[in-house]
Nanobody, 120 residues
Framework: QVQMVESGGGLVQPGGSLRLSCAASGSMISIDDAGWYRQAPGMERELVAYSNRGGGTTYAHSVKGRFTISRDNAKNAVYLQMNSLKPEDTAVYFC??????????????WGQGTHVTVSS
């Protein structure tokens, strides 16, 4: 089994910053593609940022220039640096990754989610 544990959420004022972390552990070899998603109340889950193992990244238009996804492959960890936060960034943020569990076998995993609230 693989566990994806997120941390770093919380309450922040508009214009502030937060850094989310996602660490994968368990019976695994490495993380392949990974991304951060978010789901606001009453809304569908949406992709925020994506990173492939080679370092290529993609961002939702709404966060481009404010959020940065990064990873530490040696630690099987993925991060999301969020700057210039806005109230509309309020959501539950989820880490998602394709995890190489055995040679040639990749399984997709979700984290449990971490709450981010942007409010004054």
């Amino acid at each position: 089994q693989v566990q994806m544990v997120e941390s770093g959420g919380g309450l922040v004022q508009p214009g502030g910053s937060l850094r989310l972390s996602c660490a994968a552990s368990g019976s695994m070899i490495s993380i392949d593609d990974a991304g951060w998603y978010r789901q606001a109340p009453g809304m569908e889950r949406e992709l925020v940022a994506y990173s492939n193992r080679g370092g290529g990244t993609t961002y939702a238009h709404s966060v481009k220039g404010r959020f940065t996804i990064s990873r530490d492959n040696a630690k099987n960890a993925v991060y999301l640096q969020m700057n210039s936060l806005k109230p509309e960034d309020t959501a539950v943020y989820f880490c998602n990754a394709d995890v190489l569990t055995n040679p040639g076998i990749t399984i997709n995993y979700w984290g449990q989610g971490t709450h981010v609230t942007v409010s004054s």
